[in-house]
């Protein structure tokens, strides 16, 4: 059974360029999550989705990102028109239910891509 | 609103010394994840503790949740170099994980 699969895992690109990372989840798992991490940071929540749907893009900054997870294929972080401030860790997490407060749905994450902007 | 604060940043030991982590929330918590990250890899969960004061065991590591439910900690018993990596703090809201600043070990052989 394979893992949460991400590509591509290192992405150079100059400034004003396009990103585009992409994430498969595991096997029978609908709810992707996004999160960004910065050198020595801890990981921050960007965006949680279902098939089709945005649930909570509540850490998505509000210009030059955006996500989607179609009916079919992977999902999609999107990042338009890089700045130097973009380069960081993104890695993504599948679940088989979304969690609820009194209950945990194990996140299982990818390999993560590593964005670099020159 | 919700945070995790987790302490100290770095910890660097000796090969058989013991190791803490400590991780506060200002608020009551309904659950408190461990992830590790070892260096240029991804998150791995570790364990789940949802009830006050509640203590699991796994192997040589014991994982804490306070009674109030606004701290827990990660216990190293006798760390190897293989527990090298940073340990994170997690608290879950409607799906999303809070990540703390993390933990990282450093052991010396």
């Known amino acids: 059974n394979a893992g949460v699969m991400q590509n591509p895992r290192h992405l150079v690109r100059r400034r004003g360029q396009e990103a585009r990372l992409r994430c498969s989840p595991m096997?029978?798992?609908?709810?992707v999550y996004w999160y960004r991490q910065l050198p020595e940071e801890g990981l921050k929540f960007m965006v949680y989705?279902?098939?089709?749907?945005?649930?909570?893009e509540s850490g998505m900054p509000k210009e030059r990102f955006s996500a989607e997870f179609p009916k079919e294929g992977p999902s999609i972080l999107r990042i338009q028109q890089v700045v130097r401030g973009d380069s960081a860790a993104y890695f993504c997490a599948s679940s088989k239910l979304a969690g609820k407060q009194s209950s945990y749905n194990e996140q299982f994450f990818g390999p993560g891509t590593r964005l670099t902007v020159l | 609103g919700q945070q995790v604060m987790q302490i100290p940043q770095y910890q660097h030991v000796q090969e058989g010394e013991d190791f803490t982590t400590y991780c506060n929330s200002s608020t009551t918590l309904s659950n408190i994840q461990w992830y590790k990250q070892r260096p240029g890899g991804h998150p791995v969960f570790l364990i789940q503790l949802v009830k006050s004061g509640e203590v699991k065991k796994q192997k040589r590591l014991t994982f804490q949740f306070g009674e109030a439910k606004k701290n827990s900690s990660l216990h190293i018993t006798a760390t190897q170099t293989t527990d090298v990596g940073t340990y994170f703090c997690v608290s879950s809201n409607t799906g999303k994980l809070i990540f703390g600043q993390g933990t990282t070990l450093q052991v010396k052989p």
């Open positions: 096997k029978g798992h609908s709810h």
């Open positions: 989705l279902q098939k089709e749907n945005i649930i909570d």
